[in-house]
């Protein structure tokens, strides 16, 4: 069972915030407050399924500052922005940087949460595809040394005869140890094992 | 009247002088015919009474005046006094012929003059024994002796008028209200002959006024007399030589008393008399008597013959006044007529300070031209300063509304972070109320902060509007701490914004000043804004406005620091000037509205800077006098 969903509000101004935590809170949502930025910074970076509500304008570094941060840091925790005073540069900036959406204050109850929901399902996306990369992960380190030099040159799209060759083995051997390899990855052609293999090495874990 | 006069010793001095030239003249002349050609011409001067009177001192100083203007001729004058009110008989008049025979058989006159009716009857008396055949010119005869003898044809003259009717009809003009008429004489035989005149001239009066004479009354009674008339009465006298108790005086010094106790004006046809105390009367002054006779006299020493001149019957009189009386009697200046001879008149101040009255008319009239150009500049000057502090007061208003477009930003901020907070805690409630669980509690901490942040918002608002207003500026007493801690959280959003940090260094008691507030809010604005420009862009740690107070000597001073790149000195002396502005925006009225509205405080400001090392702003205000109204 996945831990629930939290929306994280960073929002100096102590009203403004208080008012937002009751509201999510009514609403169900799990939440969780910070004064500034750096607040949040501080804090372990969530693993779990959330989003991030973040004020522009504070104090200290800025709802943008703090983006850039966790991009850094390779989070990818989605964000939503709520200003103030909106702002069109400000706007674009968040935007292009991957920010859900960008709210002006006072902000609508529907679109907020339609900004958190939408937020939540990418969250919920992303966190699959790390999943099944895991996993994949998990399978291909699976494969002795001897089966990986045969999936190489499997993916590489030697036949087998060519690989026995290569490694110096009988032609019948080579048959039995891509069965295996076929069989650990799962998958179910040539050309399926060829695309995982592309991913993992995508991920950078092959 | 006239009886021989020459009474001061100037005179008597000159007449001896006179009777001694001849003399020495004749010594001269005892062995030279030329000079027998221009042996002097003597003329003398038989005056009927003593010498001292008035009358003959005016008398002598015609008749003198007129001979000796004639040139090239010279003439001795002798004077004797007859002396005739107080001596005479028979034997006096025999003795005193003789006398004259005697005594000018040396000097034999050329002319003799001869004063008042008295004087003439003697000399036609006693012709014969004394100066047979010298032509005689008689002066101040009445007109009715004159008529009552026969006259020869070398002896000529004037007759002297005393206008008693004239006098009368006058006073009578000048106190229409009179009913008494008055008339004063005294007891010698001389002053009876004046009281028979005087009754003769007034009986025409009688109906008109009830003529009153007081004859034969001691000084003392007379005088009483006259304090006790009225209004109603008119005083006539010529004065008299002898009073009822027999004491002698001259007419003169009568008159002077009684015009003194009178309660009455006071009329005479004696000229002397004038200034005495009357208000005056018709006149010959004995003084032109004097004129006309030295005139016939001087045609007779020229070898005219007497007989050949026509000599007026009588003298016309004139109307002589005292100012000083009219004035006393309150006789309007404008009743006398045109051709009288006022003495005495007290020149009105202009006529007396013509010169000086025009002058000072001038001065006066540049003066309130001078004062009615300042008043008209003055005037002139308080529209024009209204104008300007109008113009002024708009401009500051609108410099505000430049200052608010440019946080406006901020002020968004500030009004939407309440706003927002307002509206979450309402879908909150809203939320809370619709599930099913019983939650009181939160419920009313969210109102409390709906109200809470309602309040925060129409704060900025309220301090917006402040700023925005186009008020009427009124000074009150405020404490500069206040000033600034309004100005910093006006601007504490748009200082967040830009990422400056404001910091205010206040003072632990308070200071107060006269001032307007939202003026003086407008200044710091000004300050601390152009302060935030000039760290906009530099490192953090110098991104930092410092506002700072300070309290001395009846001065209160707020600094506004920065640590930007400074003033070059020569931009320094312009910065105050209006539409000087180095940024892109703005229209360069923010520090010349901050100096206007300063010294429009009494206070002052300036700058201190030195490039590279930021600049600071200092505005001195002068502190408010304790007890000042709040």
Redesign the interface.
Known sequence: MREPAVVHVVDD?V??R???L??L???GFETRGYASAGEFLLHPVPDNHGCVLLDV?M?GPSGLDLQDALRRQGVTIPVIF????A?VDSAVRALKAGAVDFL??????DELFEAIRRALELDARRRAEIDEAAELRARFATLTPRERDVLDRIVAGKLNKQIADDLGVAERTVKAERAQVMQKIGASSPAELGALAERVRKLGQY | MPRGSDDSPRCVRSSRLRASGPFIAALLIAGSVEAATVSPRNVLVLHYNSGVLPANVELDRGLRATIESAPDRPVSIFDEFLDMPRFGGEAFDRTLATFLRDKYAAHPPHVIVVGADDGLAFLLRNREETFPGVPIVHVGVSLRFLRSVSMPPDIVGTAATYDFGGTIEQALRFHPNARRLVLVTGTSQFDRDWERRLRSEVSRFEGRVTPEFLAGLSTRDLLRRLGELGEDSVVVTVGYFQDGNGAQSVPRDTVREMAAASTAPIYSVMSPQIGTGIVGGRMTTFEEMGRHTGATVNAILSGVDPASLHLPESVSSSLHLDWRQLRRWGIDEKSVPADSVVHFRTPSFFEQYRREAFATLLLVLLQAGLIAVLMTERRRRITAELTRDTQYTELAHASRLAVAGELTASIAHEINQPLGAILSNADAAELILESADDRRGALQQILADIRRDDLRASDVIRRLRTLLSRHVVEKRKLDVNDAVRDADSLLRSEARRRKVAIETRLLADEVAILGDPVQIQQVLINLILNAMDAVAGLNEERRVVIVSLSHDDGRASISVKDRGVGISPELQPRLFDSFYTTRKSGMGLGLSISRSIVEAHGGSIRVESRPGEGATFVVELPAAERGEPR
């Open positions: 101004d009203s403004q208080t008012a937002l009751r509201l809170g009514a609403a304008r104090p709520l200003t103030g005073h702002n002006s204050k006072p902000v609508d109850r």
